[in-house]
């Protein structure tokens, strides 16, 4: 039973981390979009109903994109460090 | 004085991380095995140096534990390290050793070869005051006592752990930028037009009254 639990606890845990750093990792992309439009010579003028749509656009693109992908690894990075841990720790 | 005690607890907090961390990550000691063996083992107040009950060692009780120990010796020839051998079991510290009578069958094994040099790898302290011994996690022999090793485990989790403090900061600091400071002009924002408001409002009841009292102040004597 001790495994569930730590399991549990783990996955709890790391479940928190994914929210956190995928929040943060929007925040970053939004960001980067608004000072992208806004330092944009050529969009000098340009009314805020186009920004917004530019963003929501960009917005769109990250949630299909590798990078949001790569946010899985929060998981599979500690799963796998851990059955590696049993492994060489017991078999080797 | 604030600064003192600020600069204080970031001392102690520092303290407390790398002392964790310096008895929980693994080390390797270069060493001769001489003996091994168990012995009954008294735990008392000082279980927060063994592992916790339900790691299946073997028959165990509250008050005493039948534990396997490994000794050795240093290249140096006269210091000596005092190993147990136990489980570890599924919650702290995460090394996943349920393997600990195979381990002393191995440790058994090369200590018939009275040159035999091992790499012990272990985590915890040797505390003799309150019977702490570091706990054995894996014996491999090496050619010699002046092998050098590279501690890549620890190379990798530090680093790991450095990220995360690193992330952990950027996480904090973009949401103040994005989330916190936004609040903060927002309600300063409102903070100075409920200012404003209330300036409006005592010009407002200066009104008559004021006016009253400035026009009857104006019959007083000058002084």
Do not use: C
């Amino acid at each position: 039973m001790g495994w569930l639990r730590l399991a549990f606890v783990m996955y709890v845990a790391l479940t928190i981390i994914y929210f956190l750093t995928s929040i943060y990792s929007r925040s970053v992309r939004r960001e980067k979009l608004e000072k992208a439009w806004d330092t944009d010579p050529l969009k000098e003028g340009v009314q805020s109903a186009e920004r917004t749509v530019f963003i929501d656009v960009g917005m769109q693109a990250y949630e299909k994109g590798l990078k949001k992908r790569l946010l899985w690894l929060i998981y599979v990075v500690p799963t796998v460090g851990f059955l590696t841990t049993i492994y060489f720790v017991n078999w080797h | 004085m604030w600064t003192k005690i600020k600069w204080g607890l970031r001392i102690l907090a520092v303290l407390v991380v790398g002392l964790f961390l310096h008895y929980t990550l693994p080390q390797r000691d270069i060493v001769r095995i001489v003996d091994t063996g168990n012995r009954i083992t008294q735990i008392g107040e000082n279980w927060i140096f063994y592992s916790i009950e339900d790691t299946g060692t073997g028959a165990e009780t509250n008050t005493t534990r039948d534990i396997r120990f490994i000794d050795a010796v240093y290249p140096d020839g006269s210091s000596v390290m005092v190993y147990r051998n136990e489980d570890t079991g599924w919650f702290w510290p995460p090394y996943f050793k349920w393997d600990s009578s195979t381990l002393q069958a191995e440790a058994a094994n090369l200590r018939r070869d009275a040159t035999q040099w091992v790499a012990i790898t272990h985590y915890g302290w040797r505390i003799p005051l309150v019977s702490a011994f570091p706990n054995a996690v894996s014996i491999s022999p090496v050619e010699g006592p002046d092998v050098t090793l590279i501690p890549w485990v620890n190379i990798v989790l530090l680093t790991l752990l450095a990220f995360m403090a690193f992330m952990a900061r950027r996480m904090w600091l973009q949401f103040r930028e994005r989330m916190v400071d936004p609040a903060m002009v927002d309600a300063g924002e409102t903070f100075d037009a409920m200012g404003a408001r209330a300036e409006a409002a005592r010009k407002e009841a200066r009104g008559f009254f004021g006016r009253s009292r400035a026009w009857v102040n104006t019959w007083r004597a000058k002084k």
